[in-house]
């Protein structure tokens, strides 16, 4: 054995890059089989020096109780049985008391374990309660609904960092107590929202958390948490969201805020109106209906939340459509002004946004670092955008990647033949057009492959989910096909012109 290997550090290191370097293959039992764990379980056998090691990576990841189930000796035949493999579990006894040791000789080795079934839990009810199963567990996913009280307890382990339960079990109201370091908490299905908020207020160190609405006495609780970055809230049914005995407050390191759902856009509103957060990166919100007013309201909230200087992604969009009918267009372009680190904004919400070549301009120049910018016209309305005013907003934004706007296709203002700008970082374009049959596609065609390069298809809208437009993309395929079409040639009218 090369002497190098008896250095502790570089063993781990050799080691971990043996567990990471393939994805499991399949699964056989309920437990992924790979040449990692091949290898692993070869090298625990190898010597007294790599055993603990490859032993502790092998049990690490559990996808269940079925392998620590494995290594009880009156269990195992019945386990590795491909006959019963399904239905042992029915007839089986509980664990008796000589035989917890062997249950729980590999538990302390497991730092991240799934549990999708409560088929084994029963095996388990001889083990006194205050039993911590696993004691070094780190990520618990837990995807049982309606257990008994007693079962997940087992489960809670101090060290625990991250929690991924399917709903709220009631055990878990004082689960910030019992796993103090508990960094990553996500909860999917609705809750009793008491009984969230006392869960909620248990917890101290927070980093990460998405769950159902909470209350006000939650929502204070989470601001005093300095360690929280990323707070996700979402709910599949609509519901009135009263968010009463709202203080003002300040979410000091907070990063990302995401609302989705039913959620409704007053309670956003009064969420954004008083609290402060100071380092917010990145805010998102999905709901089912988002009327103009209120819409309006939300821009001009989200403008004043005193994250004008650390805003970098805004995601707003809206699944139905209100059964307002107004004429009025969402100066939404506007309101974002404010945001001077905007690298995304995107907004989808079943309303005409107004933007002309003057507004475009200003936004470029207000947002040098923006990536993408996404205004999705569900109303096809006559376009204020020209070409001319396209492109030379454009030139203000050099690392644009993705575009969908509404333009003004039908009247060609610019002449790709004479220009010499080429955008060469614009990837993604799709135009929002208020008559597709009345554009002049094979000009269109021409002014892309000119001066975006890079574009390989364009997707067109006319007031739903945008689609390839087929007619331009035909076009664009003739021209690069074109002998004289090659990388970098600056092409002339006379090679542009298609036959």
């Known amino acids: 054995m090369h002497r190098a290997l008896l250095v502790p550090e570089i063993l781990v290191q050799v080691f971990t890059n043996i567990n990471l370097s393939q994805p499991p293959s399949s699964q056989i039992l309920g437990w992924p089989q790979s040449s990692t764990r091949k290898s692993l379980a070869s090298l625990a056998l190898t010597c007294t020096i790599f055993h603990e090691l490859a032993m502790d990576l092998l049990w690490s990841d559990m996808p269940g109780l079925r392998p620590l189930l494995g290594c009880v000796t009156r269990l195992h035949s019945v386990i590795y049985d491909p006959e019963s493999k399904y239905s042992w579990s029915q007839s089986a006894d509980p664990l008796a008391e000589h035989e917890f040791h062997q249950f729980l000789r590999h538990s302390a080795r497991v730092r991240n374990i799934t549990i999708s079934a409560s088929n084994y839990f029963h095996l388990l009810e001889a083990l006194p309660i205050e039993t911590c199963v696993f004691p070094n567990l780190r990520s618990l996913s837990w995807l049982v609904q309606r257990t008994e009280i007693g079962d997940l307890p087992f489960f809670l382990a101090p060290t625990l960092r991250r929690c991924y339960v399917s709903e709220l079990q009631l055990y878990m109201k004082h689960i910030g107590a019992r796993c103090p370091d508990m960094e990553d ?186 990536h993408s910018l996404s205004l999705m016209n569900w109303h096809p309305s006559p376009a204020t955008l020209t070409f001319r005013g396209l492109f030379a907003a454009l030139r203000l934004s050099l690392h644009l990647q993705d575009l969908q706007v509404s333009v003004d296709a039908r009247n060609i203002d610019i002449g790709p033949e004479v220009e010499s700008f080429q955008h060469t970082s614009l990837k993604n374009l799709t135009m929002d057009l208020c008559e597709l049959g009345a554009v002049n596609v094979e000009g269109v065609a021409r002014i892309i492959y000119s001066m975006l390069p890079a574009v390989s298809q364009v997707m067109c809208s006319n007031g739903g989910v945008p689609r390839l437009w087929h007619n331009v993309n035909k076009h664009l395929d003739l021209l690069r096909n074109k002998p004289s079409s090659a990388p970098g040639h600056r092409n002339t009218e006379a090679a542009l012109a298609l036959s």
Not at 257 to 263: F, K, V
Not at 360 to 368: G, R
Request: charged share 20%; proline share 4%; glycine share 2%.
């Open 185 to 370: 908490f996500t909860i999917r299905e609705d809750s009793d929202r008491a009984q969230l908020s006392e869960t909620l207020r248990s917890c101290k160190r927070l980093r990460r958390l998405q769950c159902p609405p909470f209350d006000s006495a939650a929502w204070m609780h989470l601001s005093t948490i300095p360690t929280l970055l990323e707070l996700k809230i979402f709910i599949r049914r609509t519901i009135h969201y009263p968010l009463d005995n709202l203080n003002f407050a300040t979410f000091l390191h907070l990063t990302t805020l995401s609302l989705s759902g039913g959620i409704e856009a007053a309670s956003a509103v009064a969420i954004i109106q008083h609290f402060k957060f100071p380092s917010l990166k990145e805010f998102e919100m999905h709901v089912r209906v988002l009327p103009w007013a209120e819409a309006e309201q939300l821009f001009h909230a989200l403008s004043l939340c005193k994250a004008s200087q650390t805003l970098e992604h805004i995601n707003i969009s809206s699944s139905n459509q209100t059964q307002e009918h107004t004429s009025d267009s969402l100066t939404a372009v506007r309101q974002f002004l404010c945001f001077k680190e905007l690298r995304t904004l995107r907004l989808s919400v079943h309303h005409p946004i107004y933007l002309d070549d003057d507004l475009l301009f200003e936004a470029m120049a207000t947002w040098p670092h923006i």
